[in-house]
Every structure is written in structure tokens, then in C-alpha cells.
């Protein structure tokens, strides 16, 4: 690490030009001293290789005498890497021309080559400290080479995939292109680091003394570790899949040690670690005379390694398929093995999956936990009771409300040939329906239809606060309407009727039209004429400001609408109350994920004291990141109902009469 990034570039430029020259002048060199000087130069490059692997994991390395950039670091130190592996490959193949075979090792890496002669010799295997690869039949060629290295050769790229040594396969002298880049299947294998591993170090509360770890493995080999730190327990693992191992249910029973698991893409492997000698009676006691001491200390581990291949056309470590390279049982710890058909660049990726459950203390003395939660089971055991029967009510005021806002044609239509809807607002102060029969009078441009009754004759309309809906027909098309007349009668006495707004929707040209109303309509006087509403006097209208805000804390409040609904929505009152319930159970849930987080460090004067009420700076922090996860999950759910598609309405068939 004391050789700068310049001394490695000059370095590597040197034994590129040696590695020439051994090439050269390579068949004049006597045989005894060509076998030292070409393992000396291949073991000149990897110290160079070394130098450039601390140079990349140093913090602080120089360029010029000043502080250097990452990427302008990198971008040398994968020149010199380059160098170095041209350099190794060509004094590599210098020494297979003079002999048939060589081995170079050092700290570093391994390099290792065998010439065939095209003879294609079975089961060519080649071993070092940093692994091994058994290769097939490579009939074709003429010679294969491999080098296990330390470092990696690509460590100038910023991602750390590989956690082990790296494997370099290739083939020279090759008839064809395919012969050069596929073979058969071959194996091969690399010690890999293991990721770290979690303490046990309790007593279980099972009946049988033992702890359970679940992990789900959808790829890759699963390495298990267990180790015991009492030296006087012998553990004993079983595994099953899908479900708890027992003492007659389990696919596999080993001894303490590491062992492997394949990957499984639809269950969980569930793991159980304990003693043999180990459990309790029915009385739920330690049987003392086999196991004077039931605490169980060990340490557990899961590594999943993968298979990682290097992407040259992409500059990065890949999974590849496990067409191309999948795992294989190993029976050697921390050594995975790997069956692949492509040759190229090898390595072992880790990934830690720490994952410790004891389902022994989830679900043993199961009631002695309720009863120590009883304020907690007691108020979702309430709010369950108080939902039920709500829950039951408002599904049958939903069916009251598509009653009411179903399109009910007037008393006196005949099923013409134009269609209206229309929606008349009666005022939502106590005073404002009335009992008399309104009569409705529509000026067009086309036509006037005169006097019709604003009744359904099936519903109770124009009550205080209602919005009645009705389908009006008419023999010819109204045109652009712009005005109504509206009058009030009946049998004495008839009481005035506070009358907001009508609103009427063409179905021909899916046009709608807005009327006014701001006087009350008096039974027998004259009739009320209301013109076409305008958008300033929609927007100018008495009352305008109160009645949107009322309009919208009612219809688009979520828990006021559950109570009192006036517009018809996909999104029902149940549905409404539901999505309460929901939102009231995360609050619940995200208040206790955050509860008591910091109260270690808060001090006495962090609290302010309002009577009963104390609040303080975790009280707040709970209250903001419990909004924090329910606020998705609000906006989730409410957006789910309010784009839901309303269900069609069966058609009637039956003839008009």
C-alpha cells in the first residue's frame, strides 16, 4: 500500500514489455532457466496486482502527490490490473509451448495450464488453496489454462458481488469459435467468506428445549452454521420444510457443524436447534437428571451463496441462470459447488440472511400473554363488537341509498323519445319541504313541455336536505333550455317549499344545465321563474362558501360520510366505515412500533404537563411517524374504492305499460 498508483502503471508497463521479450527470445532460453524466469515474472504481476488491490481499498490513496479522485483511481488501477493479466497470459503461454504443463503459486493466486494436443483428455482437473474446477473432455484444442486469484481481477469495479477467490477458465488453440466459449458441464469450487453470525444464548420454552429459525430461499445453496459455545452441549439440528420439525417429522437430522440446504421457491425452511438429552414432562418441568442445564448457547449463521459470472460486455458481476451455472450439494463448510457450462470468470456471491424466530416463546403460555395484554385484547375485542352490528346496519342503509338514488321517472311520464335526468336540492334548513306537489314548466329553444309534477310517486320527496332524482321524457327534443317555472299545489294547506338548485342533464347531448332558486315557493302564488344559471352567479351565489364546505365535510370526509351520505359514489358507507376500521387498527399498530423509542434519553423538562394530558418530543415523533405509515396506506385503500367500477344494473325487460 506504500506504492503509488503511478509506480503501478510504470510497473505494469515494464513487465508488459518482459513479457514481450520472454516471448520472443523464449525457445533460445535454456529450458532449467526459462522454468524460473517465467514463474518469476508471473509472480512479479501479482505483487504489482496486490499493490493495486490495497491501493483500491485505501481511503487515502495519492495521485501526483495530492488527494485523487475515486473514478480517476479506478480507471488506473483497471489499466494495471489489464496489464498484469496480459503480461501473466503471455508468459503463460510461453511456458506451454516448451512444455507440457506448469504450476505457479503464491499468496495471491494460482496459475496452472496443461497442453492437450487437440487430444481432448477426460476429467482434467486442476487444485489450489483457492479452490478447484474438474473439467470435461475439451477435445478441439489445443491447450487450457485457468488462474485462481485472490483479488479479484476486476477490482475497479465499485460493486463487492463476489466473496471469494476468483476463477479464470480458457481455452487456446480451439478448432472452432463454439469450441472456445462452451463445453460440457463442469464443476467447479471456491471457499467463500461466510457472512456473520447471531448469539443464542437462552433458555427455550418448548416442550422439547428448542429454538427455531425459518429463512426462505427462492435461489442459490444455503449454508447453516451452528456452533455451540458450551463445549459440553452436543446440538443437534433438524430441518423441515414448511412447517416445524419434530422429533418424528423432519427431511433432515445433523450433528452441530455447517451443512447445506437447496433452494426452495414456494416454503420456508424451518430449522430446529436443541439438545437430545433435553425436554420437558407433562408438567412442563426440565427433567433435571438428563439436562441439568436447559440454557442453550450457540452461534447461528445463514450464507446463501450464488453463482457469479463477469459480464464483460456489460462490466459487471451477473447471476446467470441456473441453465448456465447452479449450485450443487458440497459436503466441505464454506466451500459451495458449482456445476457450469460456459467458460469465462467465475466467483462465489454471499448474501446473510440472519433470521432468528423462536416459535416456542410465540405461542407457549399463550394465555398467561393475553392476560398480561388485557388492555390491548380488550379493545380490539371491543372495537370487533362494535363493528359487527354497524357494519350490519350500514349494509342495509347502502341498500336504502340505491333506492334513493336510482332515476325515477316523474308520475306522469309516458316513456317518450327524449330523456332527461334531474336533480332537484331541496334546502337543508328544518322548515325548508314541503307537502304540496310541485308543477314544472321547461322553456327551450324547440319546444316548452309544460306543467309536469316533480314526483316519482313511489319515494317521499322534496324532504328537508334531500336531493331527488327523477327521468323526465318528452315527445319532441327541449333544445338549449333556459328557464323554468315552478309552482306549488295541493290540498290546504300547503306549506312553502325552500327549493336550492334543479339541475338538468340532456342524455341526447349529454348536456347539463343549472337553475338557482334563492326565495321560497309559496303554494297557489304566482310561478317562479328561474333563469339559466351563468358561472358568475353560480360562483356568487348566496350561501356559496357555507354550503361547499358543508357539502364537502360531509360527502368527502371519510367518517362523516359513513353517517350522512347526499351523492351517490362507488364508494359505499360500509366500504367507508371498513376503511375507517383499517386506518384505526394501523394507527394502532404504527403508535406501538415507535413507542418508547428514545424515553431512555428524554429528559424530565422534554415533557410539558396539560392537566391529565402530558406531552413530550417522543410523544410527537410517535405521532408524526405513525401518520408517516398510515398516510400511504390511507391514500391506498380510499383511491382503491373511489376508482372501483360501479356494478351494472340488471335490465328491466318487462314492457312499459
Avoid at 358 to 369: A, R, S, V, Y
Avoid at 462 to 476: E, N, P, Q, Y
Avoid at 548 to 573: A, C, E, G, I, P
Avoid at 631 to 649: D, G, N, Q, Y
Wanted: hydrophobic share 40%.
Amino acid at each position: 500500500n506504500q506504492v503509488t498508483v503511478e509506480s503501478q502503471e510504470s510497473a505494469a508497463e515494464k513487465l508488459s514489455e518482459i513479457s514481450h521479450s520472454f516471448g520472443r527470445i523464449g525457445d533460445k532460453i535454456p529450458a532449467d532457466s526459462r522454468a524460473f524466469l517465467g514463474p518469476d515474472i508471473v509472480l512479479t504481476g501479482s505483487n504489482i496486482w496486490v499493490a493495486s488491490e490495497s491501493t483500491v481499498n485505501s481511503s487515502a490513496a495519492s495521485v501526483n502527490g495530492s488527494s485523487h479522485n475515486d473514478t480517476e483511481a479506478q480507471s488506473k488501477v483497471k489499466r494495471v490490473t489489464e496489464t498484469v493479466l496480459a503480461a501473466i497470459d503471455s508468459v503463460t503461454d510461453t511456458l506451454l509451448n516448451s512444455s507440457s504443463t506448469y504450476s505457479i503459486s503464491d499468496d495471491s493466486l494460482s496459475a496452472q495450464g496443461l497442453k492437450l494436443n487437440g487430444s481432448g483428455t477426460e476429467n482434467v482437473t486442476f487444485q489450489s488453496s483457492f479452490g478447484e474446477v474438474v473439467l470435461p473432455s475439451t477435445a478441439g484444442c489445443e491447450s487450457v489454462k485457468v488462474l485462481f486469484s485472490r483479488p479479484s481481477p476486476y477490482l475497479w469495479q465499485n460493486e463487492n458481488s463476489v466473496s471469494s477467490p476468483v476463477l479464470m477458465i480458457g481455452k487456446q488453440g480451439c478448432r472452432t469459435r463454439r469450441a472456445i466459449d462452451t463445453t460440457d458441464s463442469f464443476e467447479f469450487s471456491l471457499p467463500a467468506t461466510t457472512g456473520s453470525r447471531i448469539v443464542v444464548n437462552a433458555t427455550p420454552t418448548d416442550r422439547w428445549l428448542r429454538f427455531y429459525h425459518s429463512v426462505n430461499v427462492t435461489s442459490g445453496l444455503l449454508q447453516v452454521t451452528v456452533l455451540p459455545l458450551n463445549q459440553k452441549q452436543n446440538l443437534k439440528v433438524s430441518v423441515q420444510l414448511g412447517r416445524l420439525p419434530t422429533l418424528t417429522d423432519s427431511m433432515l437430522n445433523v450433528s452441530q457443524g455447517s451443512f447445506y440446504l437447496p433452494a426452495a421457491v414456494n416454503e420456508s425452511y424451518f430449522i430446529a436447534v436443541g439438545r437430545a438429552d433435553c425436554n420437558r414432562d407433562a408438567s412442563g418441568d426440565v427433567t433435571a437428571a438428563s439436562c441439568p442445564d436447559p440454557v442453550l448457547s450457540y452461534e447461528f449463521g445463514l450464507s446463501l451463496f450464488v453463482c457469479s459470472m463477469w459480464d464483460s460486455s456489460l462490466g459487471v458481476w451477473i447471476t446467470p441462470s441456473e441453465d448456465v451455472c447452479r449450485p450443487e450439494p458440497s459436503s466441505v463448510a464454506s466451500k459451495p459447488r458449482f456445476v457450469s457450462n460456459l467458460f469465462g470468470s467465475f466467483g462465489v456471491g454471499l448474501n446473510v440472511l440472519p433470521n432468528l424466530i423462536d416459535f416456542g416463546t410465540l405461542f407457549e403460555n399463550w394465555q398467561g400473554k393475553l392476560a398480561d395484554s388485557a388492555a390491548v385484547v380488550a379493545t380490539v375485542v371491543t372495537l370487533w363488537i362494535i363493528f359487527i352490528p354497524i357494519a350490519v346496519w350500514l349494509r342495509h342503509v347502502d341498500k336504502k341509498d340505491l333506492e334513493k338514488f336510482k332515476h325515477l321517472p316523474l308520475v306522469d311520464d309516458c316513456q317518450r323519445q327524449f330523456s332527461y335526468l334531474m336533480d332537484v336540492y331541496t334546502d337543508k334548513y328544518k322548515g325548508c319541504s314541503t307537502t304540496g306537489t310541485p308543477l314544472l314548466s321547461i322553456v327551450g329553444r324547440n319546444h316548452i313541455e309544460a306543467c309536469r309534477i316533480l314526483s316519482d310517486g313511489v319515494r317521499e320527496n322534496l324532504r328537508s336536505g334531500d336531493i331527488d332524482h327523477f327521468t323526465m321524457t318528452t315527445a319532441k327534443h327541449l333544445g338549449d333550455i333556459m328557464q323554468l317555472s315552478v309552482t306549488l299545489e295541493g290540498t290546504r294547506p300547503v306549506f312553502p317549499w325552500t327549493l336550492r338548485k334543479i339541475v338538468i342533464t340532456d342524455q341526447l347531448y349529454n348536456a347539463t344545465y343549472v337553475f338557482v332558486n334563492s326565495e321560497p315557493i309559496v303554494g297557489f302564488d304566482p310561478p317562479v321563474i328561474l333563469k339559466l344559471a351563468t358561472k358568475g352567479l353560480l360562483a356568487f351565489q348566496p350561501r356559496f362558501v357555507k354550503l361547499n364546505l358543508q357539502r364537502k365535510f360531509q360527502d368527502d370526509h371519510l367518517w362523516m360520510s359513513v353517517f350522512k351520505r347526499d351523492t351517490d359514489t362507488n364508494f359505499s358507507r360500509l366500504q367507508r366505515f371498513g376503511v375507517c376500521f383499517c386506518l384505526l387498527f394501523m394507527t394502532m399498530i404504527s403508535n406501538a412500533m415507535f413507542y418508547g423509542v428514545g424515553e431512555e434519553s428524554q429528559a424530565a423538562s422534554d415533557t410539558i404537563s396539560i392537566g391529565p394530558i402530558k406531552l413530550s418530543i417522543n410523544t410527537l415523533f410517535t405521532s408524526i411517524m405513525g401518520g408517516l405509515v398510515v398516510i400511504p396506506v390511507s391514500a391506498a385503500v380510499t383511491i382503491f374504492f373511489l376508482k372501483s367500477e360501479r356494478k351494472p344494473e340488471p335490465e328491466n325487460d318487462e314492457p312499459a305499460d
